[in-house]
């Protein structure tokens, strides 16, 4: 079974920035995507940025492109989201998912977000941007 531990949260000021991390162990650790999402208080958990393993291709939604940057480490088995000029809106859990689905990047391009995509989740790190 697949265990994802996140870390790396915590309190920074709009404007600022942090770098989470997502820690896969466990067997059978294979896994064509991993991905991170984030969810805000009432709102519905959206996807942040994917990493394609196969092939290292990045995802990101509209509102993190420029600002954020997801990166794996292979031999530590870890996933980084560095996260710039954070935003007071951008406050939530963020969470690191691992997926399946072996697609062509220009399918996965469309589908990289939906949390259907994805069979295993940490437990989440809490990001608060506030001053």
């Known amino acids: 079974q697949v265990r994802l531990v996140e870390s790396g949260g915590g309190l920074v000021q709009p404007g600022g920035s942090l770098r989470l991390s997502c820690v896969a162990s466990?067997?059978?650790?294979?896994?064509?995507?991993i991905a991170w999402f984030r969810q805000a208080p009432g709102k519905d958990r959206e996807g942040v940025a994917c990493?394609?393993?196969?092939?290292?291709?990045?995802y990101y939604g509209d509102s993190v492109k420029g600002r954020f940057a997801i990166s794996r480490d292979n031999a530590e088995n870890t996933v980084y989201l560095k996260m710039d000029s954070l935003k007071h809106e951008e406050t939530g859990i963020y969470y690191c998912?691992?997926?399946?689905?072996?697609?062509?990047?220009?399918?996965?391009?469309?589908?990289?977000?939906?949390?259907?995509?994805?069979?295993?989740w940490g437990q989440g790190t809490q990001v608060t941007v506030s001053s």
């Open positions: 998912a691992v997926g399946m689905g072996a697609y062509d990047n220009d399918y996965l391009r469309l589908v990289w977000s939906r949390k259907t995509e994805y069979y295993h």
């Open positions: 466990g067997s059978p650790l294979n896994y064509a995507n």
């Open positions: 990493f394609k393993t196969s092939d290292g291709s990045t």
